[in-house]
C-alpha cells in the first residue's frame, strides 16, 4: 500500500489557508476509490455532466468539426494567397498533424517494446473492451484545433506571433514548474475523491495497464480543465508580448511526450541521467513511476514533476524499486513462436504494432481514412523490403503458464510469388527457426505462406537441412483438415472439391472418401494424382464430372468464374488460410479454417487478419497443441499430426469450433 493511504493526514509541510481545503479534500480518497475500480466499464461508473465529447454522436465524422477551419484556410490562400498568412495560422494544421503521428510512433513503439517484454514494468493483458475504449485518443486532438483557431480568432496578439523568442520560452518553462503542476498535482488528488472518480476520473483508471494513448483518455469535462491548466504557460507570454509560434508547439510537443512516456508501460529512462544530474528525479517522472499511480491509485500523482509527490508524502515507497527491477529487464523465452508475415500493404497498419483501432477489427473491415495513409504504406513496404534483415515481434500471448509470441517475416504476399524472391524469404524464415531453436522456443508454426509448398515444402528442407533441430516445425495441415471436415454439414452425401489439391485438400478429400462420402473433381490431373492414393476399395467415392453440381464446395482457391457455376444455396468451404472472395449473395461462405480460443488465453486484443475477434486460424492453434501436448514429431512436407487426435486436443483445450456439422 503506498504512503499515502498508511497516512490519514497530510503534514508533510505547513500550508496556507487558502490549501487547507484541498488538503482536506485530497484525505477524502479513501477506500471508496475502489468502488471505481472497474475494468469493465466503457465510460466513468457513474457518468457526470459534459462526460461525453460534444461531437460523439458523429462518430467517423467527427473530423467534420474542424471543416470550418481547414475551408476558412483554403479561402484565405485562394484568395489572397500563401503571403496573407501569418506563422501562427500556417502552423495550426500541421502542429494537429505531427500531434497525430507522435502518439501513433508511441504506440508502435510501445507495443513493440511490451511484445519483446524488454523493460516491462506491468506484466498483465490488454483486452478488446480497452482498446475500444480507448479508440477516441484523438478527440484531444481535434479539441485542441478548435482551441488554437478560437484563440486565433479572438486574441489579436495572436497574429503578430514571432516564430521564436527565448524570454517567451523561459517564462513557459517556469510556469509549468510552478502553477500548472502545483494546481493539477491538486486537481488531480481531487479527482481521487469517490464523488468525482466514479463520475469522471475511473474512465482513465479503467486501464490498469497502460499505453501511451491511455494518457488522453478522459471524459470532456476534464480535458475542458486541463486545457485551462495549460493554458496558463502558453497565453501568458502571448498577453505578455513575449509569446511566440514556435513555443507553443513545443510546449504542446512536451506535453504530448511526456504523456507517452509516462504510459508507455515500458521502462526506458537510463540510470546514468539520474546518476549524472540527481535533482532530475524531482523534475522528470519516470514510465515505471507513473505506472504505481494505475496500480496503486494512491500515490504519485504529479503531473511530470514528482516533487510534489516527495513535498506532500504521497510518492510510493517502491517507486525506485520498480524502476530499477524494470529498467533490468528480464529474459524471458516462449513455448511456441508462430510465424507468419504481412499479407496486403494495408496489413501493416493491422499489425499489432500498427494502428490499434484498426489492428483490432478484422482486416477487411474498411476504414474510412485507409486512402489517406497509402503513400505511409508504401513507404513502409519499401523500407521492410530494403532494410528488412530478419523477423520482429509483434505480439505476445498467454495461456495460464503456457507463453506464445507472433514473428513476423518482413515481406509481403505479392513478394512470395516473385521467383527471384524465393531464396531471400527462405532465408529469413531458416534465420527465425535457428534464432527460436537458440533460444529455447519448443515448437513453431508456419504461418499463411511461410509453409508454402513452392518456397520450402511446408518447412520440409529446413528439417532435412537441420535434422538435430530441437525446435519442432508444425504446419498445421492436421488440424486445419480437422475443422474443415466438422464444418461439412451432418448428412452430406456429396462435396465438390475445386481449385488445386493442397496438402490440406487432399487430406479431406481423403477422409471424405473413408467416410462413403463422394468427392466429385473435375480437374483430371489432380483427380488421377488423388485417386491413386486412395486405397482400392475407396476409389469408387472419387469421381471425375462436369455435371450435377453438389451444394458443397470445398477448395484452395475457388475464383469468380467456378464460383458462378455453383448451383443456388450452395455453401464454400475454404480449404487455405486465405479466404474466398464473395460474389454471390444467393450463397453461404464459411471462414477460413479457425477456431475460437479459450478465455484463458490473455493479451489478445488484435485480429489475426481477416478472422473476427478471439478466433484464431486452425494453423496456428496446431502449433500450440503441438507445445501443449508436447508432440515430438514435426508436421511438415507429407507428415500430417492424426487427425482426431489434433481435433480432441483442442476441444480439451478449450477451442470451440465456428461451426458444427
Known amino acids: ?38 475494468s469493465s466499464i466503457t465510460m466513468a461508473t457513474r457518468p457526470g455532466p459534459f462526460t461525453e465529447w460534444p461531437w460523439q454522436w458523429m462518430g467517423n465524422f467527427k473530423y467534420l468539426v474542424l471543416a470550418p477551419a481547414v475551408l476558412h484556410t483554403a479561402h484565405r490562400v485562394a484568395t489572397k494567397g500563401w503571403a496573407d498568412l501569418d506563422p501562427a495560422y500556417v502552423t495550426m494544421l500541421p ?12 504506440i508502435s513503439l510501445s507495443r513493440y517494446q511490451t511484445a519483446r517484454r524488454k523493460n516491462l514494468i506491468v506484466d498483465r493483458s490488454i483486452d478488446f473492451e480497452q482498446v475500444d475504449r480507448e479508440r477516441s485518443w484523438d478527440d484531444q486532438i481535434i479539441f485542441n484545433g478548435l482551441e488554437f483557431y478560437l ?16 524570454d517567451g520560452a523561459i517564462i513557459t518553462v517556469l510556469l509549468h514548474m510552478a502553477p500548472v503542476e502545483f494546481l493539477y498535482y491538486w486537481f488531480h488528488r481531487a479527482l481521487h475523491h469517490h464523488f468525482l472518480y466514479s463520475r469522471y476520473h475511473s474512465h482513465h483508471h479503467a486501464s490498469i495497464v497502460t499505453e501511451p494513448i491511455t494518457s488522453v483518455i478522459h471524459p470532456f469535462a ?99 524499486e520498480l524502476y530499477e527491477r524494470s529498467l533490468k529487464g528480464r529474459d524471458e523465452t516462449p513455448d511456441l513462436v508462430h510465424l507468419t508475415h504481412m499479407t496486403t500493404l494495408q496489413s501493416t497498419y493491422h499489425l499489432r504494432i500498427g494502428i490499434a483501432s484498426i489492428a483490432s477489427k478484422p482486416s477487411d473491415d474498411p476504414v474510412w481514412y485507409s486512402w489517406m495513409i497509402w503513400p505511409v504504406a508504401w513507404l513502409s513496404m519499401v523500407l521492410a523490403w530494403v532494410y528488412g534483415s ?22 509481403y504476399n505479392f513478394q512470395y510469388g516473385l521467383n527471384w524472391e524465393r531464396e531471400s524469404i527462405n532465408n529469413l524464415i531458416e534465420k527465425a527457426i535457428l534464432d527460436a531453436d537458440e533460444k529455447g522456443v519448443k515448437v513453431l508454426s508456419l504461418g499463411l505462406l511461410n509453409q508454402a509448398k513452392p518456397l520450402n515444402r511446408s518447412g520440409e528442407i529446413f528439417t532435412q537441412k537441420y535434422p538435430k533441430i530441437r ?47 463422394q468427392v466429385i473433381m473435375n ?34 482457391n475457388i475464383d469468380d468464374k467456378q464460383q458462378e457455376r455453383a448451383p443456388q444455396g450452395t455453401t464454400f468451404i475454404p480449404t487455405s488460410q486465405f479466404p474466398l472472395k464473395k460474389i454471390r449473395k444467393d450463397c453461404t461462405y464459411l471462414s477460413t479454417p479457425a477456431m475460437k480460443i479459450p478465455e484463458t488465453m490473455e493479451n489478445v486484443h488484435t485480429c489475426e ?43 480439451k483445450h478449450g477451442f470451440v469450433p465456428l461451426t458444427k456439422g
Open 523 to 556: 480437374q483430371k490431373k489432380e483427380y488421377v494424382t488423388l485417386k491413386s492414393r486412395l486405397p482400392e476399395s475407396r476409389t469408387v467415392y472419387l469421381k471425375f464430372s462436369n455435371r450435377n453440381m453438389p451444394q458443397i464446395w470445398i477448395g484452395d
Open 1 to 38: 500500500m503506498g504512503c499515502f493511504s498508511q497516512c490519514p493526514t497530510v503534514h508533510a509541510y505547513k500550508m496556507r489557508g487558502e490549501l487547507k481545503a484541498l488538503t482536506k479534500l485530497a484525505e477524502l480518497a479513501v477506500s471508496q476509490e475502489e468502488k471505481g475500480r472497474v
Open 95 to 106: 502542429a494537429l498533424l505531427l500531434r497525430m503521428i507522435h502518439n501513433q510512433i508511441w
Open 609 to 651: 487478419n481477416w478472422l473476427p475477434r478471439r478466433v484464431m486460424s486452425a494453423w496456428r492453434i496446431a502449433g500450440i497443441l503441438h507445445a501443449l501436448e508436447g508432440w515430438d514429431m514435426h508436421e511438415c512436407g507429407d507428415d500430417m499430426m492424426d487427425i482426431e487426435k489434433t481435433w480432441s486436443a483442442a476441444i
Open 471 to 517: 525446435v519442432r516445425l508444425v504446419d498445421g495441415s492436421g488440424l486445419a483438415t480437422a475443422v474443415v471436415l466438422k464444418s461439412i454439414p451432418l448428412g452430406t452425401k456429396q462435396v465438390f472439391l475445386c481449385g488445386s489439391t493442397s496438402k490440406v485438400a487432399c487430406a479431406i478429400a481423403i477422409a471424405l472418401c473413408e467416410k462413403g462420402i
Open 151 to 166: 484563440a486565433y480568432a479572438l486574441i489579436p496578439n495572436v497574429r503578430l506571433l514571432p516564430v521564436w523568442r527565448t
Open 390 to 411: 530478419s523477423a520482429f515481434v509483434i505480439e505476445r500471448l498467454q495461456m495460464k503458464k503456457f507463453k506464445m509470441q507472433t514473428w513476423a517475416i518482413p515481406r
Open 222 to 320: 476534464e480535458h475542458v480543465v486541463y486545457f485551462m491548466l495549460f493554458s496558463i504557460p502558453t497565453l501568458t507570454p502571448i498577453f505578455m508580448g513575449c509569446g511566440s509560434v514556435l513555443g507553443v508547439v513545443l510546449y504542446i510537443a512536451y506535453i504530448d511526450f511526456m504523456n507517452n512516456m509516462g504510459h508507455c508501460n515500458f521502462e526506458l529512462m537510463p540510470k546514468w541521467i539520474f546518476q549524472v544530474f540527481p535533482p532530475l528525479k524531482y523534475l522528470m517522472y519516470t514510465p515505471s513511476f507513473h505506472s504505481l499511480h494505475h496500480t496503486q491509485f494512491r500515490t504519485n500523482y504529479s503531473l511530470f514533476m514528482p516533487f510534489y509527490d516527495y513535498m506532500y508524502n504521497t510518492m510510493d515507497k517502491s517507486s525506485d
